[in-house]
């Protein structure tokens, strides 16, 4: 078999999908953990509308599927979707705890502007998202990748209803930065 080719098969392993993807949520639980104050912020949805609720629910379901499901496929390890996957998954952990590190360091009635924050107004998010793709990539899983774009779809809605709230909660400032910062990276808006 090509080993360049986009396969999945289910064995449930210890060398499986669900070592990146079960590092990304514990990267957020350790966080949460050592530094307290910033993870009541973080987890604080007290301003959801009923359509956050909605997409809250979806990204949630969406994510338990995933790493559920990432048991039981396997990575495809020697293979160049391994190294691609692992090199992505490098990059998104570093830019998780560098984003992480941002947001528990800025008090709770500021907008998180330092470090990371000055490139991105998402960068958890976008880097989340970035290693399930490498997980996708690494395990070259197709069913992983089908999951993956609805919870990004879904982590987006969220997304738009956090930069509402902060524009409430922060008022110009916030909108002096959204004007200067990127939603997540690239060109900077108009």
Same mark, same amino acid.
Request: glycine fraction near 6%.
């Given at each position: 078999?090509?080993?360049?080719?986009?396969?999945? +098969?289910?064995?449930?392993?210890?060398?499986?999908?669900?070592?990146?993807?079960?590092?990304?949520?514990?990267?957020?639980?350790?966080?949460?953990?050592?530094?307290?104050? $910033? $993870? =009541?912020?973080?987890?604080?949805? *007290?301003?959801?509308?009923?359509?956050? =609720?909605?997409?809250?629910?979806?990204?949630?379901?969406?994510?338990? +599927?995933?790493?559920?499901? *990432?048991?039981?496929?396997?990575?495809?390890?020697?293979?160049?979707?391994?190294?691609?996957?692992?090199?992505?998954?490098?990059?998104?952990? &570093?830019?998780?705890?560098?984003?992480?590190?941002?947001?528990? =360091?800025?008090?709770?009635?500021?907008?998180?502007? @330092? $470090?990371?924050?000055?490139? *991105? @107004?998402?960068?958890?998010?976008?880097?989340?998202?970035?290693?399930?793709? #490498? &997980?996708?990539?690494? *395990? #070259?899983?197709?069913?992983?990748?089908?999951?993956?774009?609805?919870? /990004?779809? #879904?982590?987006? $809605?969220? /997304?738009?209803?956090?930069?509402?709230?902060?524009?409430?909660?922060?008022?110009?400032?916030?909108?002096?930065?959204?004007?200067?910062? &990127?939603?997540?990276?690239?060109?900077?808006?108009?």
């Amino acid at each position: 078999m090509n080993e360049l080719q986009f396969y999945t +098969t289910f064995k449930l392993g210890w060398l499986n999908a669900w070592i990146p993807l079960f590092t990304l949520v514990l990267i957020q639980f350790v966080y949460m953990f050592l530094f307290k104050e $910033g $993870g =009541k912020r973080a987890v604080d949805t *007290s301003w959801y509308t009923p359509k956050d =609720k909605r997409y809250a629910t979806i990204s949630t379901i969406l994510q338990w +599927t995933i790493l559920i499901l *990432s048991l039981f496929i396997p990575l495809k390890v020697g293979t160049a979707w391994f190294l691609v996957g692992c090199l992505l998954f490098a990059f998104a952990m &570093a830019g998780m705890i560098a984003a992480f590190h941002a947001y528990v =360091k800025t008090p709770r009635d500021k907008p998180v502007r @330092r $470090g990371i924050y000055r490139h *991105s @107004r998402n960068p958890m998010y976008f880097f989340f998202t970035v290693g399930v793709v #490498a &997980a996708c990539i690494a *395990s #070259a899983s197709l069913w992983l990748l089908i999951l993956a774009v609805p919870f /990004i779809l #879904a982590t987006h $809605g969220i /997304i738009l209803g956090e930069e509402r709230y902060c524009e409430e909660a922060y008022g110009q400032g916030y909108l002096e930065y959204k004007k200067r910062t &990127a939603r997540y990276f690239g060109r900077r808006p108009k």
